[in-house]
Antibody
Framework: QVQLQESGPGLVRPSETLSLTCSVS????????WTWIRQTPGRGLEWIGH???????KYNPSLERRVTMSVDTSSNQVSLSLSSVTAADAAVYFC???????????????WGRGTPVAVSS | IQLTQSPSSLSASVGDRVAITCRAS??????LAWYQHKPGEAPKLLIY???TLQSGVPSRFSGSGSGTDFTLTIYSLQPEDFATYYC?????????FGQGTRLEIK
């Protein structure tokens, strides 16, 4: 059973860079596309972007200037970096596997439990 | 693309049939998925491509619709079904989610 686990600092200072990792077990990160989503009480679920080892990357235009995603095959992890954070970036951050094809459709079939991030000085 | 779910919350009893609707601000073909989320747990995929049941999901969950109007129906609610449900469109970037429907025990 493929499992995903997000990890991060929990607390980030305003204007600094948030860095999160998603550890993937029993599946190779090089075989799939991976996505990040965040959840806040006010904005609900917000798609941040997705990345694949093959180099395919797509970011949400609302965050594109501040987001970087990458895949690390040596550690079998997916990473998210969000720069210049503000209070609006406080959320629970989830990683998920972005699966499917043009015939059957696309979906996020596996998710982690999420990691909370607070923004405060 | 904005997705609007209704109702935002719903109270029902074990054994009831409930329907949650999701309306898209523009057509998304059949590129719509439904998820179940319980606090502290990983969200769970229920339905993809509007009506395809994900492997392992009980058959009491059913999805329908195409274009702009979609419905998730749960037949004969079970205690474990009380959760928040989200629709998601994957037809057009950026991928977007509905605001969620909270299903509570009556």
């Amino acid at each position: 059973q493929v499992q995903l686990q997000e990890s991060g600092p929990g607390l980030v200072r305003p204007s600094e860079t948030l860095s999160l990792t998603c550890s993937v077990s029993t599946a190779s990160v090089s075989s799939y596309s991976w996505t990040w989503i965040r959840q806040t009480p006010g904005r609900g679920l917000e798609w941040i972007g997705h990345v694949s080892y093959s180099g395919s990357i797509k970011y949400n235009p609302s965050l594109e200037r501040r987001v970087t995603m990458s895949v690390d095959t040596s550690s079998n992890q997916v990473s998210l970096s969000l720069s210049s954070v503000t209070a609006a970036d406080a959320a629970v951050y989830f990683c998920a596997r972005h699966y499917g094809n043009r015939i059957l459709g696309y979906y996020f079939d596996l998710w982690g439990r999420g990691t909370p991030v607070a923004v405060s000085s | 693309i904005q997705l609007t779910q209704s109702p935002s919350s719903l109270s029902a009893s074990v054994g009831d049939r409930v329907a949650i609707t999701c309306r898209a601000s523009q057509g998304v073909s059949n590129s719509l998925a439904w998820y179940q989320h319980k606090p502290g747990e990983a969200p769970k995929l229920l339905i993809y491509s509007a009506s395809t049941l994900q492997s392992g999901v009980p058959s009491r969950f059913s999805g329908s619709g195409s274009g702009t109007d979609f419905t998730l129906t749960i037949y004969s609610l079970q205690p474990e079904d009380f959760a928040t449900y989200y629709c998601q469109q994957l037809n057009t970037y950026p991928i977007t989610f509905g605001q969620g429907t909270r299903l509570e025990i009556k």
